[in-house]
């Protein structure tokens, strides 16, 4: 059944990315930008590709009211809405795989992006996205790492579909600065502070900012969270407590920490991973080769965020066999 589809996005100050972001999104029967106050040539080469193109400031600047404003734009008869930003690309065909996916049931779809890539090219981190939506009934919620969401109530599993053969690869400009991004995960926080996924993403960005006390002391009121059930989300805290605590010089508490990431998850390889290596820094050979060897069963990457690279990409198969050679010399 032909549906009619619009991808929308909003923009600054990204006209190097405009052509091939516009190539990738053609498929749609309307492409809608809002522009948030781009001095370089963004808007006049969107407009010139043929996407409808709005202008709008948002301040003070949070990402999910610059969202709903640029939802605001898209026709009102669109069946569905894809929502991409302009560093994204989607493989041919998505259209067509998206139309087979979705029925008259359909409220939400998920596909899988593409977050990074390895150095060789391959595929990095790995996730799926559900950043398609029935265009009623919808908006974004949260400042920074937003979310879309339903206006009233909540969707059920009944309403997602999976798309097979839709992939959306993400090609960033890591010289863009990602200093707008603490504070607005600090207001998520104010204004949500019981909510696990705010309180994971401000602990893993402290983590990243080099604040390991601070990103511990985040992470702990994310675990602790009564009736929180994501064991996912949770044991990649208890995993990056654990990185926290080794950059602290505390390796029993690191090892604490990736204990408690494997019993929540037994079954994804990145607490094995992890915590294989640390035993290999310190020189215990025999347990970091069986923790490489417990995270080696495991054959399949699940279809979560939380998944790392280096778990899948050999590095675990070095530590078990460099852990094996060390016990026999």
Not at 4 to 30: G, L
Not at 217 to 245: N, Q
Request: glycine letters at 4%; proline letters at 3%; aromatic letters at 14%.
């Amino acid at each position: 059944m032909k549906r009619k589809i619009a991808v929308y996005a909003i923009s600054k100050n990204e006209e190097a990315f405009a052509n091939r972001w516009f190539s990738s999104m053609r498929e749609a029967d309307e492409i809608v930008v809002l522009d948030t106050g781009s001095s370089d040539g963004t808007v006049n080469t969107l407009k010139k590709l043929g996407a409808k193109v709005f202008e709008q400031k948002i301040a003070p600047w949070r990402f999910d009211e610059a969202r709903n404003a640029a939802l605001s734009f898209v026709s009102e008869d669109a069946d569905i809405c894809v929502a991409t930003d302009l560093d994204e690309v989607f493989s041919p065909g998505w259209r067509d795989a998206l139309e087979k996916a979705w029925t008259d049931q359909t409220k939400r779809a998920r596909f899988k992006y593409v977050w990074s890539f390895l150095e060789d090219g391959s595929e990095g981190t790995v996730l799926w996205l559900d950043k398609i939506h029935a265009r009623h009934g919808y908006k974004w919620f949260y400042p920074v790492h937003e979310a879309i969401v339903r206006k009233d109530g909540f969707d059920t599993e009944k309403d997602y579909v999976a798309v097979s053969g839709m992939t959306l690869f993400h090609y960033p400009d890591n010289a863009k600065s990602r200093a707008q991004y603490l504070p607005l995960l600090e207001l998520s926080v104010r204004e949500n502070p019981e909510d696990a996924r705010c309180l994971h993403y401000l602990g893993r960005e402290y983590m990243y900012l080099s604040r390991w006390q601070d990103a511990i002391d985040v992470m702990k009121k994310h675990v602790a969270l009564p009736g929180y059930v994501w064991k996912e989300e949770k044991s990649a805290s208890f995993r990056y407590m654990a990185r926290c605590y080794c950059r602290l010089d505390r390796p029993d508490r690191a090892e604490e920490m990736y204990l408690n990431a494997i019993s929540l998850c037994p079954h994804l390889r990145e607490g094995y991973c992890e915590l294989a290596n640390l035993y290999y820094s310190m020189k215990n050979y025999a347990l970091a080769a069986y923790f490489a060897q417990c995270g080696l069963k495991i054959k399949t990457r699940p279809d979560v965020y939380m998944t790392e690279p280096e778990a899948w990409n050999g590095s675990l198969e070095h530590i078990f066999e460099a852990s094996r050679r060390a016990l026999l010399h």
